[in-house]
């Protein structure tokens, strides 16, 4: 049988707890170590939820607005976890006008998830972001870090349902 662990009062499992424990100790004394501990917390965990950032502000002795200031202004941590694939649309000018707001319909029909959100198998994150500075292969999409361009309107079902079933 195999073992469950359960959610402790604060929302975490002992698992998380242990890992962010390990995470603020290694880093407390460094020169920003709030940035390096959220840093190494997306990274290890794939998300700093609310109840992870009350966590690491009670253990580091910071103020929960301090973490949730920092967690909120950079783009790059996310609150919820993240599909297995994330699927980025440019809303640079050339990407924009080149069709990726229609491109951004498409995928809400076709997955059922709005644009912010992962799907609920877990497969794909559907979210946008700045200029990707490939305005020569518009409209633009990052397929997990890699950019997918040119992209045509018919063809565009068939790269969202190949991450959908990978």
């Known amino acids: ?10 929302g ?12 603020i100790e290694q880093n407390r004394d460094r020169p920003g170590a709030l940035m390096v501990v959220l840093n ?3 990274s290890k965990i794939g998300y700093v939820s609310v109840p992870i950032q009350h966590y690491i502000a009670k253990k580091m002795r910071v103020p929960v607005g301090a973490v949730h200031g920092v967690v909120t202004f950079y783009s790059f941590f996310t609150t919820e976890p993240r599909g297995k694939h994330t699927m980025k649309f440019c809303m640079g000018t050339a990407c ?4 990726v707001p229609q491109l ?11 644009i912010g959100r992962t799907t609920p198998d877990g497969q794909l ?3 946008v972001c700045r200029c990707v500075g490939a305005c020569s292969q518009a409209p633009v999409v990052m397929v997990d870090d890699e950019i997918v361009g040119r992209i045509k309107p018919n063809k565009f079902p068939q ?7 990978s």
């Open 104 to 114: 951004m319909e498409k995928a809400k029909q076709i997955t059922g998830t709005d």
């Open 96 to 99: 924009y006008v080149g069709g």
């Open 125 to 127: 994150t559907l979210e």
């Open 1 to 10: 049988m195999e073992a469950v662990t359960k959610p402790h009062i604060d």
């Open 159 to 165: 790269l969202i349902k190949k991450l959908l079933e």
């Open 40 to 42: 190494e917390t997306q």
């Open 12 to 23: 975490l499992c002992e698992d998380k707890r242990a890992l962010l424990d390990e995470i």
